[in-house]
């Protein structure tokens, strides 16, 4: 497989420009969001998390004793759900610049659905192929990530690749297991007609923001810098006036009635909200080729 060649960083869009930017291209960079202060605060509660401080993690594992803060970091490559269990990222969900950014996007009313901790330090694998509206499936079209560099994300360690305009035509593509040691366990997309010399590498410094499209096709590659890590946090959201049929449906419950209710809304009003929340997700970890694939 061709690899790719760099290409140069993908500018901040102004304010003015985002909307276009992203309806174009289907992403737009916010620039710097978090400050130095905050950014060192969001690292302190990635290593709390990892050691399991704030609540049980699925799958996590209890550190040694006298364990090294970077050595319990590197045994995780993601963690889901970590706003379940921090106040902390929980409130920069709610980031009035990221929030700002996402109602010119989005709309007036958004739901947070899921958020998901990287650490990716060094040798660790990337993803596949992939558009995140196959595995978050809104009704609207609204889903959108906003992907927030903890450190300063580069081509060496691993940031996020993306194909602008990918998600114009709309069009969830197939997907199927890989088995490429380069990325986790992740199905990969295929048969989406784009040429990988199609892709441009989105290199961010750390407390800048990306946000892109549930459509638009991205990957990343494996961390290959000789130390440091990338650690970014994701959080994914959508319009709070589409349900959200996340599962499938049981006990003979139409699909066009499944809504999935363990949200939080993060600007405007809930149209849904009389049928109220529920706190069925947990943190748990992100199954990579370290500790073995389940199909």
């Known amino acids: 497989m061709k690899s790719f060649v760099a290409a140069p960083v993908v500018p901040a869009a102004a304010p003015s420009s985002l909307g276009q930017s992203y309806a174009e291209r289907g992403f737009a960079v916010l620039g710097r969001v978090l400050g130095p202060d905050v950014l060192a605060l969001v690292r302190e509660e990635a290593v ?15 550190p040694e004793p006298g364990e090294a803060d970077l050595d319990v970091l590197r045994r995780y490559l993601c963690i ?6 921090s106040p902390l990222l929980r409130g920069i969900a709610s980031e ?14 958004i739901k947070l659905v899921q958020s998901m901790l990287f650490i990716k330090s060094e040798g660790r694998p990337g993803q596949a192929w992939h558009q995140d509206e196959a595995h978050i499936p809104t009704r609207d079209r609204s889903l959108t990530a906003a992907w ?23 069009v969830i593509f197939p997907t199927r297991p890989q088995d490429d040691v380069r990325f986790d366990c992740t199905d990969e997309a295929y048969d989406f007609g784009y040429r990988e010399e199609d892709a441009v590498p989105v290199e961010l410094p750390g407390g800048s923001v990306l946000v892109f499209d549930g ?29 959200l ?4 449906p049981g006990n003979g419950e139409a699909m066009a009635l499944l809504d999935h209710r363990d949200v939080l809304l993060v600007a405007g009003r ?6 109220g929340v529920t706190d069925i997700m947990r943190p748990h970890v992100r199954a990579d080729r370290a500790g073995g694939c389940l199909r």
């Open 215 to 243: 459509y638009l096709l991205h990957r990343s590659l494996p961390n290959t810098g000789r130390h440091g890590m990338r650690r970014a946090l994701v959080n994914h959201y959508m319009s709070a006036e589409s349900l």
């Open 245 to 248: 049929p996340w599962f499938p």
């Open 80 to 85: 889901h759900f970590p706003h379940k269990i």
């Open 148 to 170: 927030i560099a903890l450190d300063d994300a580069t081509v060496e360690n691993g940031c996020l690749w993306v194909i602008p305009g990918s998600h114009r035509p709309g």
């Open 48 to 62: 709390r998390i990892c050691r399991g401080e704030l609540g049980d993690i699925d799958g996590a594992a209890v």
């Open 96 to 109: 009035p610049k990221v929030v700002s950014g996402l109602t010119e996007v989005i709309g007036p009313n």
């Open 270 to 275: 809930d149209p849904y909200a009389a049928a």
